[in-house]
């Protein structure tokens, strides 16, 4: 500080500070719980909820899941989840267009769900206000239907960079809308190149398969590593 | 209020002021403005947190300071001329020299108060 010109002083610090700190808390206690966490970001409407109630019903056959999922006002979304009969929580957002760490935090303190294999975080439908928040998570989704436009990765890059994976939903109404594959994943790979993309219909359950032994392959690999440094 | 409750610009803003506020008590010293980089890929639009700033600041010690800006473009790592460039355009992530596509962003996600003008 002492080489500062006079009346500016220099503090260097990071504005997400608090919530990164409190995600890397989380993120270190999943990990030795042996608890693989995924978030899921989209729009409103791209059929986040149906494609994870497929993926809780679909996991919970082999593994121990549960989901937190953040929503403005309802609780219908954590209603249609339950249905899955995995353990499902909901966390109420108000008027905020996101999640942050210490809201995950939060709902997880006082939820006797044991010990976890997966544990899901649908954030609020939002492309915008979700990239810059680091939930704690191991992997990020970004989900985009065949029903919105081609071209959104272009209108979102920021999203789509700071997902892990892309997953395209509502395959089963490719051909009726004229869905153009070939432009979704070149505009996908235009703002992130190389990002995996996979192609689900959470209704027929087409591609689901490939998708959730990915999960489950993601989830070992993490596990090999505790194993190592452990 | 009611119109910006829905941006997190609005929660940067005030976690920006409870910052600055905290460094001038501590100081004892009068903050007149605060500076900040901001990367094009940190999910926060400029316009937005300028509007926002004036509103957190209300009440507060830092009532009047101004956000002074600087926007980071985004910098990725090519591969292929090994070395840093900027992106000409954000809807491409490829080295704008030599065309190689690349995910490895270097700079462009700062969210970082950098300094406080003090009086």
């Known amino acids: 500080m002492s080489n500062s010109q006079p ?41 986040k909820t149906a494609f994870l109630e497929s ?39 108000g008027t905020l267009c996101h999640l942050e760490a210490a809201m995950v935090q939060n709902s997880l303190e006082g939820w006797d769900v044991g010990e976890l294999d997966f544990l899901f975080i649908e954030n609020v ?8 928040y680091d939930l704690g998570e191991n992997l990020r989704l970004v989900l985009l239907s065949v029903t919105e436009g081609e071209d959104k990765p272009l209108k979102y890059p920021t999203i789509f960079n700071s997902a892990d994976v892309a997953v395209i939903t509502k395959m089963d109404l490719a051909a009726a809308v004229e869905f ?36 489950a392959q993601r989830r070992a690999e993490l596990r090999s590593v505790v194993a190592v440094q452990s | 209020m009611k119109a910006v409750s829905g941006m997190h610009e609005l929660s940067i803003a005030m976690s920006i002021v409870q910052m600055a506020e905290e460094e001038a008590t501590q100081r004892n010293v009068r903050v007149s403005a605060v500076h900040l980089k901001l990367g094009m890929l940190s999910g926060v639009v400029k316009e937005a947190l300028l509007f926002s700033y004036g509103i957190a600041c209300d ?15 985004v910098e990725v790592f090519c591969d292929t001329c090994q070395g840093n460039r900027k992106l000409a355009s954000m809807q491409w992530f490829a080295c704008p020299d030599c065309g190689t596509a690349t995910p490895m962003v270097v700079h462009g996600k700062e969210l970082e108060v950098t300094a406080l003008e003090i009086q």
Do not use: W
Not at chain 1, 9 to 38: M, P, S, W, Y
Not at chain 1, 59 to 66: D, E, I, K
Not at chain 1, 69 to 86: C, E, K, P, Y
Not at chain 1, 185 to 195: E, F, L, S, Y
């Open chain 1, 7 to 47: 009346r500016l002083l220099e503090i260097r610090k990071n504005v997400l500070k608090q919530n990164d700190v409190i995600a890397r808390a989380l993120r270190e206690r999943f990990h030795a719980q042996g608890t693989f966490v995924v978030s899921l970001v989209s729009s409103p409407g791209t059929g």
């Open chain 1, 55 to 93: 993926t809780l019903r679909s996991l919970r056959q082999r593994f121990r899941v549960a989901a937190l999922v953040g929503d403005l006002a309802t609780d219908n979304d954590a209603a249609r989840l339950a249905r899955s009969q995995a353990p499902v929580k909901q966390i109420t957002t």
């Open chain 1, 125 to 132: 439908g939002n492309l915008v206000c979700p990239s810059s």
């Open chain 1, 180 to 215: 153009d594959e070939a432009a979704v994943m070149a505009n996908i790979h235009a703002v992130r190149p190389g990002m995996q993309v996979f192609k689900v219909s959470a209704k027929t359950g087409a591609g689901m398969d490939g998708y959730l032994h990915f999960l």
């Open chain 2, 59 to 73: 009440g507060t010690l830092l009532q009047g300071s101004q956000l002074l800006i600087e926007e980071i473009p």
